[in-house]
Protein backbone atom coordinates (compact mmCIF):
# COMPACT_ATOMS: atom_id res chain seq x y z
CA UNK A 1 0.00 0.00 0.00
CA UNK A 2 3.03 2.42 0.82
CA UNK A 3 4.38 1.55 -2.53
CA UNK A 4 1.17 2.56 -4.04
CA UNK A 5 0.87 5.79 -2.31
CA UNK A 6 4.50 6.59 -2.76
CA UNK A 7 4.06 5.96 -7.18
CA UNK A 8 0.95 8.18 -6.91
CA UNK A 9 3.02 10.61 -5.41
CA UNK A 10 5.79 10.69 -7.43
CA UNK A 11 3.16 10.61 -10.35
CA UNK A 12 1.39 13.82 -8.95
CA UNK A 13 4.77 15.53 -8.82
CA UNK A 14 5.51 14.66 -12.32
CA UNK A 15 2.66 16.58 -13.45
CA UNK A 16 3.57 19.34 -10.53
CA UNK A 17 6.60 19.49 -12.42
CA UNK A 18 5.55 20.19 -16.40
CA UNK A 19 2.65 22.05 -14.93
CA UNK A 20 5.23 24.68 -13.43
CA UNK A 21 7.35 24.38 -16.43
CA UNK A 22 4.71 25.37 -18.86
CA UNK A 23 3.20 28.33 -16.33
CA UNK A 24 6.61 29.42 -16.38
CA UNK A 25 7.61 29.51 -19.91
CA UNK A 26 4.13 31.53 -20.67
CA UNK A 27 4.57 33.63 -17.70
CA UNK A 28 7.99 34.58 -19.22
CA UNK A 29 6.99 34.79 -22.52
CA UNK A 30 3.52 37.63 -21.28
CA UNK A 31 5.78 39.46 -18.89
CA UNK A 32 8.75 39.62 -22.13
CA UNK A 33 5.85 40.69 -24.62
CA UNK A 34 4.81 43.41 -22.06
CA UNK A 35 8.47 45.18 -22.01
CA UNK A 36 8.59 45.25 -25.92
CA UNK A 37 5.31 46.46 -26.15
CA UNK A 38 6.13 48.99 -23.62
CA UNK A 39 9.26 50.00 -25.46
CA UNK A 40 7.43 49.99 -28.95
CA UNK A 41 4.72 52.46 -27.78
CA UNK A 42 7.40 54.98 -27.60
CA UNK A 43 8.00 54.62 -31.14
CA UNK A 44 4.62 53.06 -32.67
CA UNK A 45 1.12 54.03 -32.14
CA UNK A 46 0.52 50.97 -30.85
CA UNK A 47 -2.01 49.79 -27.58
CA UNK A 48 0.05 48.35 -24.92
CA UNK A 49 -2.16 45.12 -23.69
CA UNK A 50 -2.59 45.78 -19.82
CA UNK A 51 -4.00 42.29 -19.68
CA UNK A 52 -0.55 40.16 -19.76
CA UNK A 53 0.64 41.97 -16.49
CA UNK A 54 -2.47 40.39 -14.70
CA UNK A 55 -2.32 36.80 -16.25
CA UNK A 56 1.45 36.64 -15.40
CA UNK A 57 0.72 37.47 -11.81
CA UNK A 58 -1.96 34.57 -11.60
CA UNK A 59 0.41 32.24 -13.31
CA UNK A 60 3.17 33.03 -10.72
CA UNK A 61 0.23 32.27 -8.07
CA UNK A 62 -0.46 29.03 -9.15
CA UNK A 63 3.57 28.51 -9.38
CA UNK A 64 4.03 29.16 -5.80
CA UNK A 65 1.15 27.34 -4.56
CA UNK A 66 1.40 24.27 -6.60
CA UNK A 67 4.95 24.33 -6.94
CA UNK A 68 5.53 24.54 -2.79
CA UNK A 69 4.00 20.41 -3.34
CA UNK A 70 7.24 19.85 -5.05
CA UNK A 71 9.50 21.53 -2.19
CA UNK A 72 7.76 19.19 0.50
CA UNK A 73 8.23 16.17 -1.58
CA UNK A 74 11.92 16.63 -1.87
CA UNK A 75 11.79 17.82 1.80
CA UNK A 76 13.93 20.82 0.92
CA UNK A 77 12.40 24.22 2.96
CA UNK A 78 14.31 26.22 4.84
CA UNK A 79 14.99 24.78 8.51
CA UNK A 80 17.27 25.26 11.51
CA UNK A 81 18.00 21.89 12.36
CA UNK A 82 20.82 22.91 14.62
CA UNK A 83 18.93 22.30 17.85
CA UNK A 84 16.82 19.53 16.05
CA UNK A 85 20.45 17.66 15.94
CA UNK A 86 21.27 18.01 19.40
CA UNK A 87 18.44 16.47 20.57
CA UNK A 88 18.45 12.39 21.01
CA UNK A 89 17.13 10.11 18.10
CA UNK A 90 13.57 8.85 19.74
CA UNK A 91 13.21 12.92 20.83
CA UNK A 92 14.35 13.91 17.15
CA UNK A 93 12.43 11.33 15.62
CA UNK A 94 8.95 12.81 17.58
CA UNK A 95 10.19 16.33 17.11
CA UNK A 96 10.28 15.77 12.83
CA UNK A 97 6.97 13.94 13.59
CA UNK A 98 5.37 16.92 15.27
CA UNK A 99 6.65 19.21 12.75
CA UNK A 100 4.91 17.07 10.07
CA UNK A 101 1.55 17.07 11.65
CA UNK A 102 2.01 20.89 12.39
CA UNK A 103 2.54 21.03 8.44
CA UNK A 104 -0.52 18.64 7.95
CA UNK A 105 -2.74 20.70 9.92
CA UNK A 106 -1.78 23.87 8.42
CA UNK A 107 -2.60 22.70 5.09
CA UNK A 108 -5.76 21.23 6.13
CA UNK A 109 -6.75 24.50 7.46
CA UNK A 110 -5.69 26.47 4.46
CA UNK A 111 -7.88 23.99 2.48
CA UNK A 112 -11.16 24.08 4.45
CA UNK A 113 -10.77 27.88 4.65
CA UNK A 114 -10.32 28.05 1.01
CA UNK A 115 -13.55 25.77 0.02
CA UNK A 116 -15.62 27.38 2.72
CA UNK A 117 -14.51 31.14 1.78
CA UNK A 118 -13.27 31.25 -1.73
CA UNK A 119 -16.92 29.77 -3.99
CA UNK A 120 -18.38 33.13 -1.67
CA UNK A 121 -16.35 35.77 -2.48
CA UNK A 122 -14.85 34.57 -5.58
CA UNK A 123 -17.43 33.85 -7.54
CA UNK A 124 -18.56 38.33 -6.76
CA UNK A 125 -15.28 39.68 -7.59
CA UNK A 126 -13.82 39.87 -11.25
CA UNK A 127 -10.16 40.44 -12.62
CA UNK A 128 -9.57 43.75 -13.15
CA UNK A 129 -8.58 43.67 -17.47
CA UNK A 130 -9.26 40.24 -17.85
CA UNK A 131 -13.02 40.24 -16.12
CA UNK A 132 -13.08 36.18 -15.39
CA UNK A 133 -14.21 35.50 -11.62
CA UNK A 134 -11.13 35.78 -8.89
CA UNK A 135 -12.29 32.56 -7.84
CA UNK A 136 -9.94 30.98 -10.60
CA UNK A 137 -7.18 32.60 -9.45
CA UNK A 138 -8.05 31.81 -5.41
CA UNK A 139 -7.90 28.07 -6.63
CA UNK A 140 -4.66 27.30 -7.05
CA UNK A 141 -4.41 28.08 -2.84
CA UNK A 142 -7.20 25.15 -2.62
CA UNK A 143 -5.36 22.85 -5.53
CA UNK A 144 -1.89 23.50 -4.40
CA UNK A 145 -2.90 22.86 -0.48
CA UNK A 146 -4.40 19.80 -1.81
CA UNK A 147 -1.46 18.69 -3.20
CA UNK A 148 1.16 20.13 -0.27
CA UNK A 149 -1.42 17.74 2.01
CA UNK A 150 -1.16 14.89 0.24
CA UNK A 151 2.69 15.21 0.20
CA UNK A 152 3.13 15.99 3.92
CA UNK A 153 1.47 12.99 4.42
CA UNK A 154 3.68 10.75 2.09
CA UNK A 155 6.37 12.61 4.37
CA UNK A 156 5.32 11.56 7.29
CA UNK A 157 4.93 8.15 6.39
CA UNK A 158 8.47 7.90 4.80
CA UNK A 159 9.44 9.09 8.63
CA UNK A 160 7.56 6.39 10.20
CA UNK A 161 8.39 3.55 8.28
CA UNK A 162 11.97 4.46 8.03
CA UNK A 163 12.54 5.36 11.62
CA UNK A 164 13.40 8.36 11.43
CA UNK A 165 16.62 8.73 9.04
CA UNK A 166 14.58 11.27 6.83
CA UNK A 167 15.89 14.62 7.56
CA UNK A 168 13.43 17.07 9.29
Not at 92 to 119: C, H, Q, S
Request: overall charge positive; glycine content about 8%; charged content about 15%.
Amino acid sequence: MKEIFSEFLEFINDIVKKFCIILTGSMTFLVLLQVVMRLLVRVLPIKVPNWTEELSRYMMIYIAFVGASNGIREWSMVGVDFLLNKFPNKARFAMNLAIRVTILAFWIVIVYLGINIFPKVGIKQFSASMGFPLFYAQLSIIIGGVICALQTIGQTVKLITEGGEVNA
